[in-house]
């Protein structure tokens, strides 16, 4: 039996929908992301199978394959439509993969939750990832339906995953040679045409790791569940110190091209009541690419729950003539935590 993959679209419809896509590229191994999308743009046969929030997945849902798609889309006459791109490749980009943790299905909306893993291949048998993607999946919500596309879409596994040694490279080469900054933009064609353009920060947070010694072990983020909802939390001790682990690399290709023209800064915050830095925690950007640790330690003195947030600190819109204008676009990052004054947290093994 040909196994199967769940493909979940995000679009530059909108910003919201880029930043998903950046915050799936940017998020460390076992985080969990949620996407939405209205049941008319789900494949059909996936809708059928979707449960209520608090019932189970049915099997051949349990643990599908996910991979994170970006497509390029323009507006025209009112209606959003792929982009036909020049040569052999199509307006379908995987972007990240990942594991189906739940689904369901709220009134009109279908709700999943996936826990991210592998990034994706650059190429195999000297195919890149995104022809392949295009040749062999039709993203239609049912055959024969060429004018409606799939947003949630189940079709065959292609197997697109790289190996985990190679997700520094992988992520890197996405960058340098996948993305294309023509095609990550929000334009309407329309009677009020609008095209905005994106100052990308591509970020990776790799991990957060707790220093024993002269040694730092990472750990996994724990897995919870309230009601449908699924969601990641890192546990950490009160007294320790904790390292998170943070790259950039950007496509600019001069000074002048840096996202903010070099001005824009990644900072971390957290409940300082809670909290408290050992040394930097933020980061300007002002080179191509960049590793930072941000370290932290725990002050509570009893078991409380707390987040960690990524955010960008820059300046706002730069508007332009004719309704075009250019955004500094970053995914903004929560990473929930829960202190704990006595229990060891989860490590990877």
């Given at each position: 039996m040909t196994k199967k993959c769940l493909y979940l679209v995000s679009s530059s419809s909108s910003s919201e929908y880029v930043a998903d896509c950046l915050e799936a590229l940017a998020l460390p191994r076992g985080m969990i992301q949620h996407f939405r999308y209205r049941l008319r743009y789900i494949d059909e046969g996936?809708?059928?199978?979707?449960?209520?929030?608090?019932?189970?997945?049915?099997?051949?849902?349990?643990?599908l394959p996910v991979v994170v798609v970006y497509l390029c889309q323009v507006q025209t006459v009112g209606k959003w439509k792929p982009v036909k791109t020049t040569g052999r490749s199509g307006p379908y980009l995987p972007i990240r993969c990942g594991?189906?943790?739940?689904?369901?299905?709220?009134?009109?909306?279908?709700?999943?939750?996936?826990?991210?893993?592998?990034?994706?291949?650059?190429?195999?048998?000297?195919?890149s990832s995104r022809d392949l993607l295009n040749e062999e999946i039709k993203f239609r919500?049912?055959?024969?339906?060429?004018?409606h596309e799939s947003f949630a879409h189940v079709a065959r596994d292609l197997k697109l995953a790289a190996p985990r040694s190679r997700d520094t490279l992988a992520f890197q080469k996405f960058i340098d040679d996948v993305y294309q900054a023509n095609e990550w933009r929000t334009r309407s064609?329309?009677?009020?045409?609008?095209?905005?353009?994106?100052?990308?920060v591509f970020v990776r947070v790799i991990g957060l790791f707790q220093q024993e010694g002269d040694r730092l072990t990472p750990l996994m983020p724990v897995k919870r569940v309230l009601q449908g909802s699924v969601f990641a939390v890192y546990e950490i001790t009160t007294g320790e110190t904790y390292h998170i682990k943070i790259a950039t690399h950007l496509a600019a290709r001069t000074p002048r091209e840096l996202p903010g023209q070099g001005r824009a800064r990644l900072a971390l915050?957290?409940?300082?009541n809670l909290i408290r830095p050992v040394g930097p925690t933020s980061l300007r950007l002002s080179s191509f690419y960049d590793l930072e640790y941000?370290?932290?330690?725990?002050?509570?003195?009893?078991?409380?729950?707390?987040?960690l947030t990524i955010v960008c600190e820059h300046e706002g819109i730069v508007d332009r003539e004719n309704f075009v204008r250019k955004e500094l676009l970053f995914p903004e990052m929560s990473f929930p935590i829960s202190i704990v004054s006595s229990k060891r947290p989860r490590r990877v093994r």
């Open positions: 996936l809708r059928r199978k979707l449960p209520k929030e608090t019932d189970q997945l049915l099997h051949d849902l349990r643990d594991r189906l943790i739940h689904a369901f299905v709220d009134g009109e909306i279908a709700h999943f939750f996936f826990e991210l893993n592998d990034y994706v291949r650059p190429a195999y048998r000297g195919v919500k049912a055959p024969g339906q060429d004018q064609l329309g009677s009020a045409p609008l095209d905005v353009t994106y100052d990308i915050r957290y409940d300082p941000w370290s932290i330690m725990p002050q509570s003195l009893i078991d409380l729950p707390s987040v």
